[in-house]
């Protein structure tokens, strides 16, 4: 049990370190490309922090257990506990982040129309992918058009935001760098090479302290007797979505709302359709209860962020909504 706590903690560590790297570096690339903010968090902050989390369930059914079932159980658990713990958990932390300086009646000012087109995206999404567990599994066509149509989904998503980026970065929302990058501080130039090395360095350490943190998180969990669903539902999301956790704290504390909301609702739209995709057609896909309430508390949470988002940007009150949301999924979950 020591051994996965000291395991745990050494991979945070590596974690924070990565997100640093990540975050410093992507924003020299947006800076570079003269793309906005929304570009650079929705599309290459989300993408690039959305692998741990989606090399879990992929390797759990191309290259599992020898038991079918559990494979399955761990896939689904994955693609559906990664949005519910971004609409939930992750809001509130970043609310809780700057709660001392903005104050209960403060606001998150992320820029409102690519925020709103995230959400916007991601709830006609997974509403899809939560009707098409109602669809039989030997119904294959119809599920492969549900498939089909939330790639595709995705794919006008992106044509969408990056079709934006010109005149938001006209209108003054385009990706600034604040500090210096740290490859830079050792000498090196600060060029499109050198800032793809520290993006790429920061990107694999993301991924390696993720990898990390999970194992120690499914050693503390095997000893514990958490069931595989439970386990990939509540448990595994805590690490795979650290990093989007922490890159958007970091953000959000230097000010920077809108690429700290981008990197979250852009991971939540590319969670809501690619991966329940692979789902629909790789896994029975069934409305269990446990699975079910997940996927209703997690609507919930995106439509109160929808709701909530006004021209003067988000209370910081809301924010914290979206915490007890998720406390109220465990209590549900846990109680059964």
Not at 73 to 90: K, N, Q, R
Not at 124 to 135: E, I, K, P, R, T
Not at 157 to 183: C, N, P, W
């Amino acid at each position: 049990m020591i051994g996965f706590v000291l395991e745990l903690v050494a991979m945070l560590f590596v974690i924070l370190a990565a997100s640093e790297l990540f975050t410093n570096a992507l924003e020299h690339l947006g800076q570079k490309l003269k793309i906005s903010d929304g570009v650079t968090g929705s599309v290459f902050a989300a993408i690039g922090t959305a692998l741990p989390e989606t090399m879990v369930p992929l390797l759990a059914l191309f290259a599992g257990t020898s038991n079918v079932n559990l494979n399955e159980e761990i896939g689904v658990g994955s693609i559906l506990g990664a949005p519910l713990m971004l609409s939930t958990l992750t809001t509130c932390m970043m609310a809780l982040a700057i709660l001392p300086r903005r104050g209960l009646s403060g606001h998150v000012s992320p820029e409102r129309s690519g925020f709103v087109r995230d959400l916007n995206f991601f709830l006609c999404a997974f509403g899809l992918a939560a009707a098409a567990m109602f669809v039989p599994r030997e119904a294959r066509y119809i599920r492969g058009f549900i498939s089909l149509a939330l790639v595709l989904t995705y794919f006008i998503y992106i044509m969408l935001t990056l079709r934006a980026s010109e005149q938001l970065v006209e209108d003054g929302h385009g990706t600034e760098a604040d500090e210096k990058m740290f490859l830079s501080r050792i000498g090196l130039p600060t060029n499109l090479p050198t800032i793809l090395l520290q993006l790429g360095v920061g990107l694999g350490l993301l991924v390696l302290g993720a990898k990390g943190f999970i194992s120690g998180i499914e050693g503390v969990s095997h000893i514990l007797g958490v069931s595989a669903l439970l386990l990939s539902l509540l448990i595994t999301p805590i690490a795979t979505e650290l990093p989007e956790k922490v890159n958007s704290i970091l953000w959000v504390r230097r000010n920077k709302d809108t690429l700290a909301f981008g990197n979250i609702t852009g991971a939540m739209v590319f969670q809501g359709t690619l991966l329940p995709a692979i789902g629909i057609m790789l896994t029975p896909w069934q409305p269990r209860i446990e699975v079910m309430s997940g996927i209703f508390v997690t609507l919930i949470a995106a439509t109160w962020l929808r709701i909530n988002s006004r021209s003067t940007g988000l209370p910081i009150w809301a924010l914290l909504v979206n915490g007890a949301l998720y406390i109220t999924f465990l209590v549900i979950t846990l109680k059964r």
